[in-house]
């Protein structure tokens, strides 16, 4: 498959350029903005997205949609997750797991975060812009203990647009999968990559309290499912919950 690519070599950020874009012209379905650099990437959280000049991979993609319910928005993220695992697999990459909701991780340590903006009308997602931020040459993380990337988690270095082929063509065709009701596919998919899914994790609630709790699964709001010490499975929402590894 070949993408629909705008390649730019600096912008604030590809998902605020992808965004303009869609609002002011008639975009193609699946038209992809790769930077090579970000001078305001933007993360989830209000977060910003740093990263490193020629050694990552920064790049948003549009897919629109018809007839997909605001609530099944869920599945949206869910496909996304294993549109990148599918690809990072493509690429060998090993030991790879979804952290929910979104971030993707080798070896426990991230290598791709994931910022997903959607467009509404009425009860219905019309379109979404993904913007995946892709660590893949840099050889180190000072003050990121929590990152990694392509290379190092591989020992390789990676061609940047061979990476870029490969992880859109697989998110394009997880996304496309949304479109055929595969909904429970998708959410099966996601939930046997998840990160420190069966085992006793630590976590911090919302008001600070810790707990251990066991990671089940995750639901169709897209809460995560964690099965606490009274056995009791409870659905935790973003921002409600930490996993504290
Ligand atoms: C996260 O916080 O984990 C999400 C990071 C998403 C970063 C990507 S880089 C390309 C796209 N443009 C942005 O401004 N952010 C996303």
Do not use: H
């Not at 063509?169 to 420190?196: C, G, P």
């Amino acid at each position: 498959m070949s993408l629909k690519l705008i390649k730019l070599d600096a912008i604030d950020s590809t998902n605020n350029y992808l965004k303009e874009l869609a609002r002011n012209t008639t975009i193609v379905d699946e038209t992809v903005v790769v930077a090579k650099r970000q001078l305001k990437g933007r993360g989830q959280m209000e977060n910003s997205w740093q990263s490193q000049n020629g050694k990552s991979l920064t790049f948003s993609v549009l897919k629109k949609f018809t007839g997909f319910k605001i609530d099944d928005q869920a599945y949206l993220n869910y496909a996304v997750s294993v549109g990148v695992y599918n690809g990072f697999k493509k690429l060998e990459i090993k030991n790879v797991t979804i952290k929910w909701p979104n971030d993707i991780l080798s070896y426990g340590k991230k290598v791709c975060g994931i910022l997903i903006e959607t467009q509404l009308a009425g009860n219905e997602i019309v379109s979404s812009i993904i913007g995946l931020g892709i660590n893949v040459n840099e050889t180190s993380f000072i003050e990121l203990p929590k990152a990694s990337s392509l290379r190092l988690v591989s020992g390789k270095d990676f061609i940047l647009s061979e990476v870029l082929e490969v992880v859109c063509t697989s998110v394009l065709d997880a996304l496309n999968l949304l479109n055929a009701n595969a909904f429970q596919k998708i959410k099966t998919n996601y939930e046997e990559n998840l990160f420190r899914k069966d085992q006793v994790s630590s976590f911090k609630d919302i008001n600070g309290n810790l707990f251990n709790g066991i990671i089940k699964g995750v639901n169709s709001d897209g809460k995560l499912l964690i099965e606490t010490e009274d056995e009791k499975i409870k659905a935790f929402g973003f921002k409600e919950v930490t996993l504290l590894y």
